[in-house]
């Protein structure tokens, strides 16, 4: 077991004053393992195959350079734009999780106002639906 310390000990010491693993190296990491599972379907095409090999070592080499590097403020920079990019994503994939979770039993409608997205339940016929954001009355017909 000294020897297991001794070594993680010695990369601690190592890695001091480097980057390591951000948000931004994970997401690498995850579109170099999505480009690793593409690059089975073109085994038959040779060429194709080079070049989304390159592509794939391409990711890699800079996941790799991202961890050691160690001009810290400037991978902090480039992480906090990829957070930001992120975070604008952000309501389209909750909006999504909730039309998938309702999907069987809600319909979503836009509020014409203030585009606002409305859960309205399953059903045919007119309905009457106050916005909870704006407070304007809408009015929906569902034919089925």
Known sequence: MPAFSSFILKLRNFMSGRNGVDKLTAGLLVIYCAVAAIKIFFRGFPIVWIIVSVIQYLFLAYIIFRVFSRNLQKRYRENFKFEQ??????????????????????????????????RLKKGRGKRTVTCPKCGKELKFYFLF
Request: hydrophobic share 35%.
């Open 85 to 118: 990019f992120l975070n604008a994503w952000k309501p389209y994939f909750e909006h999504l999780k909730l039309r998938i979770q309702y999907a069987g039993t809600h319909r979503f409608r836009k509020c014409r106002y203030c585009s606002e997205f409305l």
